[in-house]
């Protein structure tokens, strides 16, 4: 029987893995490394003048080359060329050595590489303390890589101490970290640190573009701008993004062109330019214009936290506009964001897009933990659209007479206004100008002419007539008047008085007459305050109406009784009730025995 009827053809020799981006164009030698080059300098020179470390601590947020460093580090450890007499540890290593592909790969027997989050123990330590002693099979350096050195136990930092200080000639550390302040100050101290910065998204984008074209893959400016803001300075974070692009991007796609339109739905992130349209709209009042261009970017597929951090992004791309605008210049930059940027930059104040920044950071905590996400972020434009109608601090003193004559507006500093001062600036084009649908800002009315305060009495009675009770109350009992003169009171704090009590009566006293009062709280010297000058003359006149015959014989009558309150009677018009009216507790008569 033929064996081919049941068994399947044979089969021609496998296809290669696909390998990804990340790893396919992971650099091999320093010079391949990006938007590193102070920690390349360094490490040329300490190569060049024969000063290596024993240990290096590699530290940076997640894909900025912290494990390709170790490795690149491990082959000019280790880098010789016998075919061109080069055989000493180098940072210029143009061609493949004798052991380079071997350490690329991570299979050489003399460059260990451990990663601490499975090896956390002191036995995982002790083996490389142990095996430490022996030299190299076949290297010239023994090198050993831990990754993510932090997750290691407090024994295994300790039984490593003694080892890393004084290591043998032929071992080298390399230790890498994203979490730095983990790693004990004992170990930071016998390590020559680096720390590895985050790539500058111009930067990410120009090497995205250049893999793109030995991929032969087609991409939009705008969707490598994209990519390299989504990656936030993590080269491996944006070739993931770009492989991820290139599948995608493939498929929705006439002529396999990366359009930036498509980038946006994968990455759920909304349209540059409408999310600008929305700024203006919010920063000039139209709040239904806003929350209709926010529902149509939700409809899109936005996430409304995103469109929020998106217009934070602009916001902070304004002011550094506004303020430092040589500092602001970035190739991920669409020139649509440079121009609609800086007509924002001038159009708008510094207090303005702080506050901007303010809420709309704010916002975006808010919808990480909203069940309404859509409606959440409503509210915050609709909260920002009012708040940039705000007046700065300087803005409503003016308007409140405070300022320049006439109040001054928003819009213009007066001359003598200091250098950097902030000021408003009045919005000019269509976007930014208030339409008919702004919301209404109550403008604060000019201040009234002063009020006289002659006397602490008159400062009481007009604290009654402001309806200010509690602070009535607290002058009446808590005051012990040392000085009472125009602009200036010193008081003696009663027990139990609030040493707020100066600061509240400065505030309110110059809002109530438009100047400027100095009150201060000494330690000694008061008269009794109000409350204790009116008990000690209800006691004088209990005390003389007691030693009345009558009011003696009418308390000697009634045992038990006080008198509790002394009224004149109005409408006198007898001698028998010129009398005071005196109330007892108890009117009832003895009882007989």
Known sequence: M????????PSDAPAAAYRVLARKYRPSSFAD?????????????AFDLGRIHQAYLLTGVRGVGKTTTARILARAFNYELPEKGIDKPTIHMDELGAHCQAIIDSRHVDVLEMDAAS????????????????????ARTKVYIIDEVHMLSKAAFNGLLKTLEEPPEHVKFIFATTEIDKVPVTVRSRCQRFDLRRIDAGLLAEHLRRICEKEGVEIEAEALAMIARAAEGSVRDSLSLLDQAIAYGSAHSA???????????????????RVIDL???????????????LEDQYNGGADPAQVLLEMAEFTHLATRLKLAPETAQSAALTPEEQRRGGEAAGKL??????????????????????????????????????????????????????????????????????????????????????????????????????????SFEALVALAEEKREIRLKIALESDVRLVRFEQGRIEFELAPGGSR?????????????????????IVASGGAPTLKEKREEKAREERSGLEADPVVASVLAHFPG????AVRAKENVRTDAEDAPDVQYDDMSPPEED
């Open 2 to 9: 033929d064996d081919g009827l049941f068994n399947d053809p």
């Open 33 to 45: 490394l990006i938007g590193q080059e102070p920690m390349v300098r360094t490490l040329e020179n």
């Open 119 to 138: 090896h956390t123990g002191i036995d995982d330590v002790r083996e490389i303390i142990d095996n430490a002693r022996y030299r190299p099979v076949m």
């Open 255 to 273: 002529d396999g062109a990366i359009k930036a339109d498509d980038l946006r739905l994968m990455l759920g992130v909304a349209d540059k330019s």
């Open 279 to 293: 700024f203006e709209a919010v920063m000039g009042g139209d709040v239904a214009k806003a929350i209709a261009l």
């Open 349 to 454: 104040s510094v207090p303005a897009l702080t506050r901007a920044w303010q809420i709309l950071m704010k916002g975006v905590d808010e919808l990480r933990g909203s069940q309404r996400p859509l409606q959440a972020a409503d509210m915050v434009l609709v909260r920002l659209a009012y708040a940039a109608d705000m007046p700065t601090p300087g803005d409503a003193l003016r308007q409140l007479g405070y300022g320049a004559p006439g109040g001054g507006s928003s819009s213009q500093a007066p001359a003598s206004a200091p250098r950097g001062a902030p000021v408003a600036i009045a919005a000019s084009s269509p976007a930014m100008r208030a339409p008919a649908a702004r919301p209404a800002v109550a403008t604060p009315a000019p201040a009234a002419p002063g009020v006289a305060v002659a």
């Open 500 to 520: 707020e009590l100066a600061s509240m009566l400065m505030q309110k006293l110059q809002l109530w007459t438009n100047e400027r009062w100095m009150v201060s």
């Open 561 to 564: 009784a006080q008198i509790v």
